[in-house]
């Protein structure tokens, strides 16, 4: 497969088929009948009213349009839900361990098959939301293709290259790189072996870069790195391709005759995406202190509230520590978002035992977290020269300004019973009697060669 793309974030990109040059109207979006016999389609991502600098649609020119199919009956949703009243709410710290994966050979699981919900709140209908899942899969989606109703996905592969495609292209998306894929557009995953990850799905807004401030113009996820698919289609007639629907949470499918891939061009700035976390320029404190993690903020879906996200999807990439006089790790605290983790690769510095690659962690609204006790004894005693934090790391943050409710499936699977543990051995250290050192030098700056 070749994947080709075009880079930017939100451009209005225009882009055919080099098999059909001319595809794309000029100067006009509906001609009264379109080049190649094509059929005009506008795919709305916003109301058509919503303001200019942020109404994101698209035209696609294709060989039929999306109409074009049986009506939609139900189909088995597994293990996805938006029933948030499952089970009890559990204020507790939650931690999974790595969540399996079917074997290759066992029995076939594709992308939608292997969906589950783990945690979330609100609710599609009420365009209000997020739902977080894991997917965990072994075969590609033959002809099978999904689109979301209820908001747009985030995908974080943690194991496994997912080969999707998608009415405006192709895309290959390996681990440490993440993929949005916006409400309404089909798309389907192929895979080459055991593959795992996990989806955020917004039901409010589309994610946006979140504003820079007082950095500049530049760095955190710059624009260019993002890179949208060009133009790709198939005219592929089938007996029975599969459309999935997730809508209000339930999946329908509905068959036609033929490959939803048939978009032979398109315009606009409704589009799906790729970026590879490599990619983020790391900012931070370059002195004292711990900057809170919204400095790693690669991508951010807006609540009305100014400066409170619906969600933020934040990183802990590879980077140099280098604060003086500091407790260099996570603090210890308690928020007022909820905080879903996941590992992509590699050790996360406040948790090096006992988070692992595949697996996620829980800290909802107001609950106590922070390192473990191993973290905290080191990092208090650390010998404070620069230290390279880990090249082969990769955590993730999903935090959510919605209190969030696990699951059946998320309170039943994988859960590590003595997450808790980890902060038990911590010990009381106050001394009513300590003096402040006097000479103050330990505060002084020191210089390092390395
Ligand atoms: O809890 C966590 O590990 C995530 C996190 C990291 C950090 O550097 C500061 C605050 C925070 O919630
Ligand atoms: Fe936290």
């Not at 992509?344 to 390192?371: C, R």
Request: net charge negative; charged share 20%.
């Amino acid at each position: 497969m070749e994947f080709k793309y075009q880079s930017g974030f939100g451009n209005e990109f225009a882009s055919e088929d080099s098999r059909c040059p001319g595809a794309l109207p000029e100067g006009q979006n509906n001609p009264q009948k379109c080049a190649y016999g094509l059929y005009a389609e506008q795919l709305s991502g916003d109301a058509f009213t919503a303001p200019r600098t942020n109404n994101q649609r698209s035209w696609l020119y294709r060989i039929r349009p999306s109409v074009l199919h049986e009506p939609f009956v139900k189909f088995e949703r597994g293990n996805i839900t938006h029933n948030w009243d499952e089970v009890e709410p559990n204020p507790n710290q939650l931690r999974w361990q790595p969540f399996d994966i079917p074997k290759k050979g066992a029995v076939s699981v594709d992308f939608v098959e292997g969906l589950a919900t783990v945690c979330g709140a609100g609710d599609p209908k009420s365009r209000s939301g997020i739902s977080i899942y894991i997917y965990a899969c072994n075969s590609s989606m033959g002809d099978r293709c999904l689109y979301s109703s209820d908001g747009d996905f985030l995908i974080v592969p943690q194991e496994g290259e997912l080969l999707i495609t998608t009415e405006f292209g192709k895309m290959k998306v390996s681990p440490n790189e993440i993929c949005v894929i916006q409400r309404g557009m089909r798309f389907n995953i192929g895979v080459e072996g055991e593959t795992r990850g996990y989806v955020l799905e917004v039901f409010n807004d589309h994610f946006q870069l979140p504003n820079l401030g007082p950095i500049g113009a530049n760095g955190l996820a710059n624009p260019r790195d993002f890179l949208t698919p060009v133009a790709w289609y198939e005219d592929r007639d089938v007996k029975h391709y599969q459309v999935i629907n997730k809508y209000h949470g339930y999946l329908f499918q509905a068959r036609q005759n033929h490959s939803p891939f048939d978009v032979v061009a398109w315009h606009g700035n409704y589009a799906p995406y790729k970026y590879d976390l490599k990619n983020f320029m790391v900012i931070n404190a370059v002195a004292f202190d711990h900057a809170d993690p919204s400095i790693f903020t690669v991508l951010t879906c807006p609540s009305a509230k100014p400066g409170v996200a619906i969600a933020d999807f934040v990183i802990f990439p590879p980077r140099w520590s280098v604060q003086e006089h500091s407790f260099r790790p996570p603090y210890y605290h308690r928020n007022c978002m909820s905080e879903f983790m996941g590992l992509i690769h590699g050790k996360y510095e406040a948790k090096e035992g006992g988070f692992n690659p595949g697996g996620a962690s829980l800290h909802s609204l107001m609950t106590p977290h922070g390192p473990d006790e191993d973290c905290f004894e080191k990092a208090s005693n650390a010998d404070l020269k620069p230290e390279y934090i880990a090249g082969g790391t990769m955590a993730f943050m999903f935090e959510s300004s919605f209190s969030m409710a696990v699951t059946k499936w998320g309170n039943e699977t994988k859960v590590d019973k003595d997450y808790y543990l980890c902060w038990q051995p911590l010990q009381k250290h106050f001394d009513p009697n300590w003096k402040a050192p006097g000479s103050g030098k330990d505060k002084e700056q020191k210089t390092y060669s390395f």
